[in-house]
Structures are given as C-alpha cells and as structure tokens.
Nanobody, 120 residues
Framework: QVQLVESGGGLVQPGGSLRLSCAASGSIFSINAMGWYRQAPGNERELVATITSGGNTKYADSVKGRFTISRDNAKNTVYLQMNSLKPEDTAVYSC??????????????WGQGTQVTVSS
C-alpha cells in the first residue's frame, strides 16, 4: 500500500504564508496525479490544486495567484506554497495521490490531513 504523510500546517496571520508538504511511501511504481484538498467545518471537501507527473497544474479559482503546487518526483513529494492567506482558507488540508504500485495495481491514497488556521 501507499502511505501519505503531510506536514507544514499551523496558525498564521492573514496575509501570511505557509508551505505544506506531503510525502508518499510504500510499494510505489509510479505516481500520476497528486493534489491537495481542503475541508472547512460544515463544508464539503473541495479541490485546492492538482499536479500531474508531467507538471500540469490545476487550481481552484479561490486560490489562483496565491497558491502554488509543485512536486519532486524523485522524492514522491508534493508541496503547496500558500501566500496571501485569508481567514477563509482555514481548513484541514489533505493530500491525495494516485498511480500504480509494484504489482501494477492502481492505488489512490489520502493523507490524514493537516490543520491550517488563518487568524489574527
């Protein structure tokens, strides 16, 4: 199986920045897409940003121009640089990865999530 471990969440003031990391480990053969999702209290989980193995990215309209997703394929790690944070960005951020394990079976895994709180 494939495990995802996030890090980098915390408390930040409005206008501040945070960088989230998510490292995948396990019997990985290849990872296609990796992404970040978030869920605020009382809301459904929503897509924040995704990135393919080739570097193609997709962002939610609410974060375009403020957040940047990137990945290090050699380290099976995806990052989310969050700038100009707003209180409405407060949520639990979870990473997601999908691809193939060494038996050539497909996988789709989720991390446990990391809390991001934007408040003065």
């Amino acid at each position: 199986q494939v495990q995802l471990v996030e890090s980098g969440g915390g408390l930040v003031q409005p206008g501040g920045s945070l960088r989230l990391s998510c490292a995948a480990s396990g019997s990985i053969f290849s990872i296609n897409a990796m992404g970040w999702y978030r869920q605020a209290p009382g809301n459904e989980r929503e897509l924040v940003a995704t990135i393919t193995s080739g570097g193609n990215t997709k962002y939610a309209d609410s974060v375009k121009g403020r957040f940047t997703i990137s990945r290090d394929n050699a380290k099976n790690t995806v990052y989310l640089q969050m700038n100009s944070l707003k209180p409405e960005d407060t949520a639990v951020y979870s990473c997601n990865a999908e691809g193939y394990i060494r038996t050539m079976s497909r996988f789709r895994s989720w991390g446990q999530g990391t809390q991001v709180t934007v408040s003065s």
